[in-house]
């Protein structure tokens, strides 16, 4: 797709879920966040749902945890007009409770098919709902934070603590910093591999 296909693609997933009421979160938002970044990315970071912030701007990652992010970005000399940031879930859960099962299962195809659009070669799983819902079955994100992992789809998919966990946990800050001071390794040894055509590892990449 060229970047303009992707950007009308993705304008028209985002009117979809502004006119969504498939689950309760409809009834108490106060408008949706889609997901806002750039379309030809090669990272897409996925967080939880939207906050009360993100709630009223329509923006995602735009309070504390955001200002966290922007910061990790900016160390790794990316700012979030170079990614692609979206969430598990659109709607914001009253009172900032954990999406229930049946609103992540419903919210799911929207993202699904913006990952599809942007096909990004890395995808950063913040916090353990993403994880759970783009790497299932890997364990709890203490494990496993930090560690990329080749899923059946060919991509590579890094679990991180979420940014507000790390914020507010400060024996937390210093692990998220080293495992974000990783996303530039990884994607150049993703292009090294594409380059080569060869498959190191089925599940992980072998470096880490
Ligand atoms: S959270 Fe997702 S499924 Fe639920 S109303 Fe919002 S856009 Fe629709």
Not at 76 to 99: S, T, W
Not at 100 to 112: G, I, S, V
Not at 120 to 139: F, T, Y
Request: include cysteine; charged fraction near 30%; proline fraction near 9%.
């Amino acid at each position: 797709m060229t970047l303009e296909e992707k950007k009308e693609a993705l304008k028209k997933i985002a009117e979809r879920i502004s006119a969504c009421s498939l689950c309760r979160l409809a009834f108490t938002r106060s408008q949706v966040v889609p997901g806002a970044g750039d379309p030809n990315s090669e990272i897409l970071f996925v967080g939880e749902a939207p906050g009360v912030q993100e709630d009223r701007q329509g923006i995602p990652f735009c309070g504390p945890a955001g200002k966290f992010l922007d910061q990790m970005l900016e160390s790794i000399e990316l700012d979030r007009d170079k990614v692609f940031i979206a969430n598990i879930i659109k709607c914001r859960p009253p009172a900032n409770r954990d999406p229930e099962d049946d609103e992540k299962n419903l919210c799911w195809p929207y993202l699904k098919e913006q990952i599809e659009i942007i096909n990004p070669k890395l995808i950063v799983c913040l916090g353990r709902h993403s994880m759970i819902r783009l790497v299932p079955g890997q364990g709890s994100i203490s494990k496993i934070h930090g560690q990329p992992l080749r899923r059946p789809d060919g991509r590579i998919y890094l679990p991180l603590y979420h940014p507000s966990a790390a914020l507010h946990n400060g024996s937390l800050r210093p692990i998220q910093m080293k495992d974000f001071q990783k996303i530039p390794q990884i994607l150049r040894k993703i292009k090294e591999e594409n380059k080569t055509e060869t498959k190191v590892s089925k599940n992980q990449l072998p470096i880490f």
